[in-house]
């Protein structure tokens, strides 16, 4: 089974509008980690916000916000007021605690956000 | 930007060669990952060193390895290249293994095999 579905290939959004990009998880571990990266097209990674599985709030970082529900193992990420340069590829990502290689992140198949003007 | 940096950014190699693509960690970082992302594919975990052993592997032949200086730096080795190699290689430091310890990743290098 995929540990990491994201099954929004593609997603358009006016600009100053929010988006919700969705995330499931498949997990056995009690304690993990979840992660948003951004990747525009000059292909470096960029950590938006990070949710651990004991944390009772949802994490915020600026108009990133990241909505976790446990019991359905989703951990959907938020963008508030889009900007058109949001416009990149979505990962999500998991560390597992219980695996032997330190703080290995386990990717989604992404999806690609599109801004319009 | 990072502190990571990769080194080259863009390389072409053909079928049964081998490459060595290099990785610059973020100051006082000491564990480098390395992930190969496919093209329209998310990364996928190849290998991490921590204070220069390896420290754990994701499902990748032998046929890549590498190495951790003294200084954190980091080299990716790929033998016998095959078609199917060619991807972009990204390397991510972080300190340490624990997790909280948030990886850094660098621009990458696209790696083309003919």
């Known amino acids: 089974a995929q540990k990491i579905t994201q099954t929004q290939p593609g997603m358009f959004v006016q600009e100053k509008e929010a988006v919700t990009l969705d995330c499931t998880y498949d997990t056995s571990d009690q304690s993990y980690g979840l992660f948003w990266y951004k990747q525009p097209s000059s292909g470096e990674m960029i950590f938006l916000i990070y949710q651990g599985s004991y944390d009772e709030q949802n994490a915020t970082e600026g108009r990133y916000s990241l909505n976790f529900q446990k019991a359905r193992k989703s951990a959907n990420l938020v963008i508030s007021a889009s900007q058109l340069g949001d416009s990149a590829m979505y990962f999500c990502?998991?560390?597992?605690?219980?695996?032997?290689?330190?703080?290995?992140?386990?990717f989604g198949g992404g999806t690609r956000l599109m801004v319009k003007p | 930007e990072t502190g990571v940096t990769q080194s080259p950014t863009h390389l072409i190699k053909t079928r049964g060669q081998q490459v060595t693509l290099r990785c610059s960690s973020q100051?006082?970082?000491?564990?480098v990952s390395w992930y190969q992302q496919a093209l329209g594919q998310g990364p996928q975990f190849i290998f991490q060193y921590y204070r220069e052993e390896e420290n754990g592997r994701g499902n990748f032949p032998p046929r890549f390895s590498g190495l951790q200086f003294p200084n954190y730096s980091s080299e990716l080795n790929v033998n016998a290249l095959e078609l199917d190699d060619s991807a972009l290689y990204l390397c991510a430091s972080s300190l340490g293994t624990q997790r909280g310890n948030e990886q850094f990743f660098g621009p990458g290098t696209r790696l083309t095999v003919l």
């Open positions: 100051s006082g970082h000491n564990t």
């Open positions: 990502a998991m560390r597992e605690d219980s695996n032997n290689a330190g703080n290995m992140l386990t």
